[in-house]
């Protein structure tokens, strides 16, 4: 029978072999959570426009969208794409998401945040009453001009097209005026002209297309403003798509659009980026005035550049378990995929090392015994030997301990050989056998 010491190292050894396969596995599991980081929030911010304008209808919409995996989506109204900016600049701002016009900011002055790619044409308006605004809009000196309120894109862009004319501040009356006030003072002769950025569904660009009284300037230099401002665009707006039966406008008009882009932190979690992206697909895919099926969103880089989640995106659409289950189940499953790697990948090799270490420990059981056996024949073989007598005791009890010895059958060869060895050595002794 194996001694109580052999047994009790033999335990001791199996032991340290589970604590250190147990700590390595909990170490990588640790790094691996550490480097998935927390799970998706379950609110997210969004910084949208003025109550009902563009940006504060795609946001509902965005809402709707994420409401459906159990997200919630709040909403801040703002003044426009300028505010968003800011918002979504200031690291005391809870604001995660928001659209931003592009030609606002570059990736220098806001290193903190990344697209998720444009999702749509903001056509800028000039419209006014009474004398054209001219070719370099010398007919808007000294009048009453609407170009949007603080914090709005559409003053951002018109103070830009106006210095590019050479017309200073105190050269005409600019008010802050929001997107209805505008039209309305317009409509109602309280101001010359209003610069508006603002997309073809907003009523206030169809009324104002429709009413006999108001104009809508053409940009004959748009190639010029492209040149000097990339992020801008061309678009042209048909005849009479205003009013077919009154021919408004009554000829083709060239307008200036820069693009709005969907931007995000750039420590938003990316399940989150996924699923704005997803819903961007399903808000901005139709077809538009001035835009084909399938146009937006699009992977442009602006401003700020794409982030990895949203080039992935466009390159292979949604990632594969969130084709297939519900958002949150997605989630937990994607990440249990990716706990279980560094696991099988430490528990695998040690597995497969266990019957060696098994194998090794049951010859080990033998191999001490035999080593012992091998201590008493050189002691019977030199000179200086103990007396028989001391000998035979040791090898009686090495004997009864390879009797009890309990092994698998495949090891029985070797028990055998042992028991023969010592048979042998008693034999030299020329004692009888026990």
Do not use: C
């Amino acid at each position: 029978m194996t001694s109580p010491p052999v047994k009790r190292t033999m335990r001791q050894s199996a032991l340290w072999f589970y604590v250190v396969t147990a700590a390595v596995i909990a170490g990588a599991l640790v790094a691996t959570t550490v480097y998935l980081g927390p799970f998706p929030p379950r609110v997210v911010v969004m910084s949208t426009g003025l109550p009902g304008g563009a940006y504060d209808e795609l946001g509902r919409r965005y809402q709707e969208i994420l409401a459906r995996s159990h997200v919630e989506l709040r909403l801040k109204q703002s003044e426009g794409a300028v505010e968003n900016l800011k918002r979504l600049k200031d690291p005391r701002s809870d604001v995660s998401v928001g659209f931003v016009q592009n030609g606002l900011t570059s990736e220098s002055d806001s290193p903190e945040l990344v697209s998720l790619g444009t999702v749509s044409y903001e056509p800028m308006w000039l419209f006014y009453q009474g004398a054209a605004p001219g070719l370099h809009l010398e007919g808007l000196r000294g009048r009453k001009v609407s170009i949007g309120p603080e914090g709005s894109g559409s003053r951002a862009i018109a103070l830009e097209l106006l210095s590019r004319n050479g017309i200073g501040l105190g050269e005409a009356e600019l008010l802050p005026l929001s997107l209805e006030e505008s039209g309305g003072q317009l409509l109602a002769g309280k101001i010359g002209a209003a610069i508006m950025v603002a997309s073809w569904d907003a009523p206030i660009v169809r009324r104002l297309l429709a009413d006999p009284h108001v104009e809508l300037a053409s940009f004959s230099r748009a190639k010029a403003y492209v040149a000097l401002d990339p992020f801008l665009n061309t678009l042209t707006l048909p005849a009479g798509v205003g009013s077919l039966a009154a021919d408004r406008p009554p000829n083709d008009v060239t307008l200036l659009a820069p693009k709005s882009s969907l931007v995000v932190r750039g420590d938003l979690h990316p399940a989150i980026q996924y699923l704005l992206l997803d819903a961007a697909s399903e808000v901005h895919s139709g077809a538009g005035i001035f835009h084909k099926s399938g146009e937006f969103p699009a992977a442009e880089q602006f401003d700020v550049p794409l982030s990895s989640e949203a080039r992935q995106f466009y390159k292979a659409g949604r990632p594969f378990l969130q084709r297939y289950l519900p958002f949150w189940l997605a989630v937990f499953a994607g990440r249990l995929l990716v706990l279980s790697i560094p696991v099988v990948g430490i528990a695998y090799p040690l597995l497969r090392l266990v019957p060696a270490l098994y194998q090794w420990s049951m010859r080990r059981r033998i191999f001490r015994l035999d080593g012992e056996l091998r201590s008493i024949e050189l002691e019977l073989a030199s000179k200086g030997a103990k007396s028989p007598a001391d000998l035979l005791d040791r090898l009686r009890r090495l004997e009864e301990r390879a009797n009890h010895l309990r092994l698998p059958t495949g090891y029985a060869d070797l028990h055998y050989t042992l028991r023969q060895h010592i048979d042998h050595v008693k034999a030299h002794l020329d004692l009888p056998g026990d």
